[in-house]
């Protein structure tokens, strides 16, 4: 066997490896955060509370969970609602967490494929996972912009407004990139779609 294949499904095994450790635990974020989104919606809103983070700061979430969100300057506003938010900020993270451990989901099937002993890389499966990739990985920054401006909307109990997080700050360029890398990972998957119909096409010609 040719030492530079041999080599690369070595790689690919223990980077899959690696990867695949990072999508349970995302996967585990996912499920956690499902799970408080029960407990928080049968929880009445003398569960919830705030808690001192610093001189005019401060958490809050479930006075019987050790999970804290925040920080918030104090006073909070007398319409804020810690139930509400604390809802909220739990939707934000599953939701941002759910597409991203699908994105990684995709990529370490592909890392597998390529462990295998028959791995082509210009394959269905692999320009489907890639698409499915680049489609998951786009969502993450509206999806975020959406479920944030819930939250702010059930924080200071004002209507829904969407708030528009790109560019201006470290956080908002990273949201300005997701969609980017995302709409370059489908255009990878298109380009691998190509190509495999061009391999089937020079096949029909022999």
Request: net charge neutral; proline share 5%.
């Amino acid at each position: 066997m040719n030492l530079k294949i041999e080599r690369f499904r070595k790689y690919s095994k223990l980077v899959g490896l690696v990867i695949k450790a990072a999508s349970i635990l995302l996967w585990l974020s996912v499920l956690s955060g499902m799970i408080g989104l029960l407990y928080c919606a049968v929880s009445s809103e003398e569960d919830f509370g705030v808690f001192p983070a610093g001189e005019g700061t401060v958490y809050y979430g479930l006075k019987n969970s050790s999970t804290r969100y925040g920080p918030l300057p104090a006073p909070l506003p007398d319409e804020f609602s810690v139930r509400g938010e604390t809802l909220s900020a739990i939707v934000v993270s599953t939701s941002i967490n759910g597409l991203a451990a699908y994105s990684i989901h995709c990529l370490v099937k592909i890392f597998q494929d390529a462990a295998g002993e028959e791995y082509t890389p210009f394959s269905i499966p692999t320009a489907k996972r890639l698409k499915r990739m680049g489609i998951s990985t786009a969502l993450i920054a509206p999806v975020f912009n959406i479920t944030n401006s819930y939250a702010l909307s059930m924080m200071y109990g004002v209507p829904f407004q969407l708030e528009i997080t790109l560019g201006g700050s470290p956080r908002g360029y990273f949201y300005l990139l997701l969609p980017l890398m995302g709409l370059a990972l489908y255009g990878v998957g298109l380009i691998f779609e190509y190509g495999i119909e061009l391999q089937l096409q020079a096949d029909e010609t022999l």
